[in-house]
């Protein structure tokens, strides 16, 4: 496919998608989301991937739907926005959640809508001291979707969920951080940087553990201690015949940094 709407590619380990209608703040269109759904399917049929970078071109990172690529038709009774949650939104949250991967977002400017919870579905998020999330929903008499009502709550509690959400705040960066929404805010100069290096360590390090932690988090949510505990048990049992494992351990008694393959 050739990208019109969307940066795509993958080196050493790294892929990295950037959203690229930065006239447009990066707002996501039909044929974005097929852009970023085929880029998706590419890294997963890639066994040399070990971690995915996100981020936007320009100004912004994503200022969610572009209304205007689903504009109400005048004198129609409304627009079907659930056929578009189901058909995009949702496909992509759960892609990403579940990519055995760890997914990285370099948030370089406002996030917002759909834009926003994207950037929160991911495992760690960076955002430039420049960048803000907006959960804008409510100022269209919408719900935070593309998970945002189900992440919220888990990452800040619902108070704090419950107030962006139904007042549609600017959130900057460095309060996220302060609350725990992101993992980290950096000098607007330095977000790239400290993102490839982070993408870097990953694509060195043991993924396969890596994902099963991520899988492991997510299961959390739902099992009791007793099925959290013997889903640990599980995971580590099939972990402790890894590649990844046999070799940390043996570059751990041999002092000599380890290779791991991912496997």
């Not at 040399?48 to 936007?56: F, Y």
Request: aromatic share 8%; proline share 4%.
């Amino acid at each position: 496919m050739k990208y019109e709407n969307i940066k795509f590619q993958i080196e050493n380990g790294i892929a990295q998608l950037t959203l690229n209608r930065p006239e447009k703040l990066n707002s996501f269109t039909q044929a974005m989301h097929l852009e970023v759904r085929h880029a998706l399917d590419a890294l997963q049929a890639d066994k040399s991937v070990r971690v995915l970078l996100l981020t936007g071109a320009g100004r912004g990172f994503c200022a969610g739907q572009d209304l205007s690529d689903r504009a109400v038709e005048p004198g129609a009774e409304g627009v079907d926005l659930g056929d578009s949650v189901e058909k995009f939104y949702a496909p992509l949250v759960l892609t990403l959640r579940s990519l055995p991967m760890p997914v990285i977002c370099a948030v370089n400017g406002v996030a917002a809508g759909a834009g926003a919870n994207l950037a929160l579905a991911c495992d760690i998020v960076l955002a430039a001291k420049s960048a803000s999330f907006v959960e804008v929903f409510c100022k269209l008499g919408l719900i935070p979707d593309t998970g945002g009502t189900w992440i919220l709550p888990r990452l800040i509690g619902p108070a704090r969920a419950t107030g962006l959400a139904m007042l549609g705040d600017k959130l900057s960066a460095e309060t996220a951080e302060q609350w725990g929404l992101i993992w980290k805010s950096v000098a607007d100069t330095a977000l790239m940087d400290e993102a490839l290096a982070m993408a870097e360590h990953f694509a060195a390090a043991p993924t396969r553990g890596l994902a099963f932690t991520k899988k492991a988090f997510q299961a959390s949510y739902a099992n009791t201690l007793p099925e959290q505990l013997k889903l640990e048990g599980e995971m580590m049992r099939e972990l402790g015949y890894s590649h990844d494992y046999r070799e940390g351990v043996a570059a751990f008694v041999a002092k000599r940094p380890a290779q791991f393959k991912g496997e």
